[in-house]
């Protein structure tokens, strides 16, 4: 983390301007495939025996699941928090301190339906008023995702949209031909990694493969945002102990000597049914 002139390599102007802009950004091909392959393996593992725990899965809709998971667990967690582009990104979005809070994986099965329109979480006074992303969501797909797998859809530039008078994660379904008419697919590959804001309206799109999408999830934050709050990053001692002292300082964790189940506190009841392709604004799907 903090790597000398890790800025310099990447278009600070560029890394802004798309967050700021559409709300998403890309690095293609950051990771080799080889390094995916190990990353799907371990979530695989991670997968398994969150569905074998209570709670260990959250559901996000019908074969749609979200599991938070032990960064240690993970044989390329390192490698991911100290890529220079997701180090550029953050730095040049939330500002040198900014704070690593979340690491998961969504797994979409096959089966999995639309999601409603939505944001992550309610957009946060610094961005309703102050009109500033303090928040970041990084994806890295284990596959490579094809139309039929239910891909990732954004409509871009809504993170600015206030949805005031309604839920301030869930667009009311008379707003939806607005994101319909701006949604772009991201048929991310085996190595890409994203950033975005969690606030740009979303939604994974119907699963019709018979093959799973897994995707690595990580949240960061800058110093004012609280969404650790809804997450519990554990590390143990030894770990912790292992990690240089420019990726410590980016850690908000606990610090224990036994890991705990997670506990996750980021349930989102409005993705539990999920919407079938023919309520897509009677678009089909």
Not at 120 to 134: I, K, Q, S, W, Y
Not at 225 to 244: E, F, G, I, V
Not at 250 to 274: A, F, N
Request: proline letters at 8%; aromatic letters at 8%; glycine letters at 10%.
């Amino acid at each position: 983390m903090n790597q000398p002139g890790a800025q310099a390599h990447y278009n600070v102007a560029a890394i802004m301007g798309g967050l700021y802009g559409d709300g998403f950004i890309a690095c293609k091909g950051a990771f080799s495939r080889e390094w995916v392959t190990q990353l799907g393996e371990d979530i695989d593992v991670l997968f398994r025996q969150a569905l074998s725990q209570p709670g260990g899965a959250l559901p996000r809709g019908p074969s749609r699941f979200y599991v938070e998971i032990h960064p240690e667990r993970l044989r390329g967690f390192v490698d991911i928090i100290t890529h220079p582009w997701v180090v550029a990104v953050c730095e040049a979005v939330l500002g040198p301190d900014y704070r690593i809070v979340e690491a998961g994986f969504d797994v979409p099965g096959p089966g999995a339906l639309h999601q409603p329109w939505h944001r992550d979480f309610p957009a946060p006074e610094a961005t309703l008023a102050g009109r500033r992303l303090n928040s970041l969501a990084f994806n890295i797909t284990t596959v490579d995702v094809t139309e039929e797998m239910g891909p990732f859809e954004i409509a871009p530039g809504t993170q600015w949209d206030t949805l005031a008078g309604g839920d301030p994660m869930f667009p009311a379904r008379e707003l939806w031909p607005r994101y319909e008419a701006l949604a772009q697919r991201k048929l991310a590959q085996m190595g890409d990694i994203s950033a975005r804001s969690a606030l740009t309206i979303h939604r994974g799109t119907a699963n019709r493969s018979n093959r799973s999408r897994p995707v690595f999830v990580l949240g960061v934050d800058a110093p004012d945002a609280r969404n650790a709050d809804k997450h519990d990053l554990q590390l143990t001692r030894p770990y912790y102990d292992s990690l240089p002292e420019q990726v410590r300082r980016h850690l908000t964790c606990r610090v224990v000597d036994t890991l705990d189940p997670i506990v996750q506190e980021h349930t989102i009841d409005g993705l539990l049914e999920g919407v079938s392709p023919g309520e897509r604004m009677g678009m089909g799907g």
